[in-house]
């Protein structure tokens, strides 16, 4: 068939973005996948963008909550250094959210005592409405963060007492056996099952606290792989919740995908595992290749676009927009709503500062 025509690799650098939610874009040096027990660092180490991918109408974001994948089902067994990992990168982001937002606070106090003199009061109140927002998207930021760090305490401490438990269990498993040490066994490994289930309690509070990740579909990236004509299906799989969706590569080089974008609660225990298989007929599919990815660098206050490698030879990548929100997307989307006016507010403070408040201008109909 046709060649198919070459994706176009463009870096992606930091942009600024509106306190309620980013829209910079970062790379993430991680995603890149492992296979089994062996990571394998990324091929790639250029952003992946396929400008010419189909826009489907936007529809509903697609959730996973409806599987039930938490506090339904306790883990069976802690795993106290997952948890400490998870736990770090999640601080991290958490931080790295507090950072962004000062930053924006600060830039926007200094605009709103260099505007007092010389501003409509209609723009002073819309500034400092956006300011207002900043300041209880912060304080929010600091109780969940305060949260995570009470939960982590105690999670420690019952690691701690399960650990003391679990030498006193080996110390009189290996002592002469008598009634007084039979009953101190029994008592001690009662001690140490509450320990280990308290600890798996906590750990299902704690993947609470993880937020969302909303992933979109990019494209696929095969350079001479791709032709005209080809279909592929993609299958993703993080815990119990899962994401299928299939694509065609157009006659002009474009792609469809029949999904574009779905949300996965993070998991402490768990990774994400790509497979893509390509579609020869009714009953012929092709393994392309499979992959799993870790996700610990994921939580980043910036979006990041990662090209996975699908197959061995990098040949095929799959190009992926995450982003991770600490709450819920709906809730950080409402609360974005006076950062995603910080154009029009920059739009009518120049507007405004083209006359004195005592000398109105015509441009003040669009007020």
Aim: charged share 25%; proline share 4%; hydrophobic share 35%.
């Amino acid at each position: 068939g046709l060649p198919a025509r070459l994706p176009e690799i463009m870096l992606v650098g930091s942009q600024s973005f509106s306190p309620g939610g980013p829209n910079g874009i970062i790379r993430s040096q991680s995603f890149a996948g492992f296979s089994g027990l062996q990571e394998r660092r990324s091929r790639c180490n250029s952003f992946i963008e396929n400008p010419s991918a189909l826009k489907k109408p936007q529809a509903k974001l697609k959730k996973m909550h409806n599987l039930g994948h938490k506090n339904n089902n306790l883990p069976k067994e802690p795993q106290p250094q997952r948890v400490e990992e998870v736990i770090r990168a999640l601080k991290n982001g958490l931080d790295e959210y507090l950072e962004v937002h000062q930053t924006e606070l600060d830039k926007l106090t200094a605009q709103l005592k260099d505007m007092r003199r010389n501003s409509r009061l209609g723009v002073l109140y819309d500034l400092d409405k956006q300011i207002k927002t900043i300041e209880r998207a912060m304080r929010r930021l600091e109780f969940h963060i305060s949260k995570v760090d009470e939960l982590y305490e105690a999670y420690c401490i019952q690691r701690r007492l399960q650990d003391g438990a679990s030498k006193m269990k080996q110390a009189f498993a290996a002592s002469p056996t008598s009634r007084a040490a039979r009953e101190s066994l029994s008592e001690i490994g009662r001690s140490h099952r509450e320990y280990t289930e308290n600890m798996c309690t906590i750990e299902a509070e704690l993947e609470n606290l993880l937020g969302e990740f909303s992933i979109k579909m990019k494209g696929l990236a095969g350079f001479a792989r791709l032709c005209p004509g080809d279909q592929y299906e993609i299958f993703m799989k993080y815990g119990r919740q899962r994401w299928k969706l299939k694509g065609k590569i157009e006659a002009n080089g474009k792609q469809s995908w029949d999904g574009e974008e779905v949300v996965f609660l993070p998991l402490i225990v768990g990774f994400i595992s790509i497979k893509v298989t390509e579609l020869k007929g009714l009953a012929t599919h092709l393994l392309v290749g499979s992959v799993t990815c870790e996700t610990k660098e994921l939580f980043a206050a910036r979006p990041q676009v990662v090209a996975v490698d699908i197959n061995d030879l990098g040949t095929i990548k799959l190009s992926l927009e995450i982003t991770w929100y600490p709450f819920d997307v709906e809730d950080m989307t409402a609360s974005s709503g006076a950062g995603n006016k910080a154009a029009a507010l920059q739009r009518r403070m120049s507007m405004y500062s083209q006359g004195t408040p005592e000398t109105p201008t015509l441009k003040d109909h669009s007020f």
